[in-house]
């Protein structure tokens, strides 16, 4: 599969090397048009390339969009229709200032995101998982409830499954927490599953008993 990542942070990294590991093409883009990246893709060469913002999202089947949630305006609101696009980002006041409809609790980030990428099949991943432990803690081997969780949510049940497929290939498993709006609060920061280290049974008794 063909993946563009768009952000070369933690998250971004992390998540490029665990794909082109697990058999994917990666193009990974940031704010300099891929300029800086030149390490990174020295080490993933020849599955991954670096591009501009606009070619990533081009290029890829999935999209992951990994820059901090008070920058998502400056992606290109044209470039995502039909593509499936993993949100990764948290709404953090302190870094991307104030956004009302936040602060009361009218939505959440990911359907700000979704609102902004016209036509992109969004979902909700990666949010709720320190990058180190992103790094170190899949296993292929171990059965799926036994793996660490990654919590998906989103409103278009094809493109879960497309990401939840991803997150088992790089040896996670995805806990689904229902649709965008009722599923993406209860991944947000100060939630009972952010950061929290979790096998999928742990995470699933503990969102049923929520």
């Known amino acids: 599969m063909k993946i563009g990542i768009i ?9 490029a090397r665990l794909f082109v590991r697990a058999g994917h093409e990666v193009a990974l883009s ?11 893709i020295a080490e993933l060469r020849p599955k991954a390339h670096a591009t501009t913002i606009e070619d990533a ?13 008070g920058k998502f305006r400056t992606l290109p609101a ?29 939505t959440t980030s990911s359907e700000l995101l979704a609102t902004h990428l016209k036509g992109a ?6 949010n709720t998982i320190w990058f180190e432990h992103l790094a170190t803690q899949g296993d292929t081997k171990l059965p799926l409830e036994e793996r660490r969780a990654i919590f998906i949510a ?13 997150i088992e290939e790089i040896g996670f498993a995805a806990v689904d ?12 920061p100060g939630t009972a599953v952010y950061n929290k280290e979790l096998a999928a049974k742990e995470a699933a008794d503990l969102l049923s008993a929520a």
Do not use: C, M, W
């Open 30 to 40: 940031n704010s300099r048009g891929g300029e800086g990246l030149e390490e990174l």
């Open 154 to 166: 989103g409103d278009d049940s094809q493109a879960k499954e497309v990401v939840a497929r991803l």
């Open 78 to 106: 044209e470039g995502f229709k039909g593509k499936v696009v993993v949100d990764t980002g948290n709404y953090y006041p302190q870094r991307d200032g104030n956004f009302a409809e936040l602060d009361n609790d009218e």
């Open 7 to 15: 952000g070369s942070g933690n998250i971004g990294a992390t998540s």
């Open 121 to 126: 099949r969004l979902v909700k991943g990666f």
């Open 177 to 188: 927490t229902g649709f965008l709006h009722e599923g993406g609060r209860l991944q947000q």
């Open 57 to 69: 999202a081009r290029f890829g089947e999935v999209v992951l969009v990994a820059i901090p949630f």
